[in-house]
């Protein structure tokens, strides 16, 4: 079945010690997202690419980065988590043509000790 | 620009009893309207969407949502609730911009059926 992985589930981190999480989809879209959820909030999106374009939200910090090496896989680099940086993080997919719907992955919950 | 209002944060109800999730959005323009699930540790999961065509729609587990252009408003309802649809639901709408989709999502309601 086509689908949205991410990997790992369940990330721990060291305060300050990079991490990375990981996406891929077989669904062939154009469009990812990383989504940053804390808990009983709505998912806040922090940036997308649109095939290699990469577009950042305004209000997301420095410490968030993104790659896109083709088009099935995306990651989401935290260069200094900080216990404010525990949530799940969720990735995304579209169809540029389709409006609106979004796949989305089984999200990676990030714990910060 | 456009918002999303889900208007309550938990709605306890009891099995087999009807359920109605409210949503109101704001918007200048069209829109597409959307209900996501999530289940604890899970991601979201679409339930159903208006596009345009039909005002009411289904999904294949029995919730329903009735698009209301005259009062802004998308609520979710179901007849007869089960244990397992206790989850987080989201409304979201989306707006087509510089070629993507961007979703604007209500802050979600927790759905608690009890037995």
């Known amino acids: 079945d086509a689908m949205v992985i991410q990997n790992p589930r369940y990330q721990v981190t060291q305060f300050g010690k990079p991490v990375t999480l990981s996406c891929s989809q077989t669904?062939?879209?154009?469009?990812m997202y990383w989504y940053q959820q804390k808990s009983s909030q709505a998912p806040k999106l922090l940036f997308h690419?649109?095939?290699?374009?990469?577009?950042n939200e305004a209000d997301t910090p420095d410490n968030f980065q993104s790659r896109r090496p083709n088009t099935s896989f995306c990651f989401l680099d935290i260069r200094s988590p900080g216990l404010g940086d525990a949530a799940m993080y969720l990735c995304?997919?579209?169809?540029?043509?389709?409006?609106?719907?979004?796949?989305f992955g089984p999200g990676t919950r990030l714990t910060v000790t | 620009a456009q918002s999303v209002t889900q208007l309550d944060s938990q709605v306890p109800v009891f099995e087999e009893a009807p359920v109605e999730l409210r949503c109101n959005y704001s918007?200048?323009?069209?829109?597409?309207l959307f209900w996501y699930v999530q289940y604890p540790n899970q991601g979201l999961q679409l339930l159903l969407k208006?596009?345009?065509?039909?005002?009411l729609v289904e999904s294949i587990n029995g919730f329903e949502a009735e698009f209301n252009k005259s009062q802004t408003s998308f609520h979710l309802r179901k007849p007869s609730v089960h244990i397992s649809d206790t989850a987080e639901y989201f409304c979201?709408?989306?707006?087509?911009?510089?070629?993507?989709?961007?979703?604007?999502f209500g802050a979600g309601t927790r759905l608690a059926v009890h037995p």
């Open positions: 995304a997919t579209s169809r540029v043509a389709v409006q609106g719907e979004q796949y």
């Open positions: 669904l062939n879209h154009n469009v």
């Open positions: 690419y649109y095939d290699k374009d990469f577009n």
């Open positions: 918007s200048s323009v069209s829109v597409y």
């Open positions: 208006y596009l345009s065509g039909s005002t």
């Open positions: 979201a709408v989306s707006t087509l911009s510089g070629g993507y989709n961007k979703l604007i």
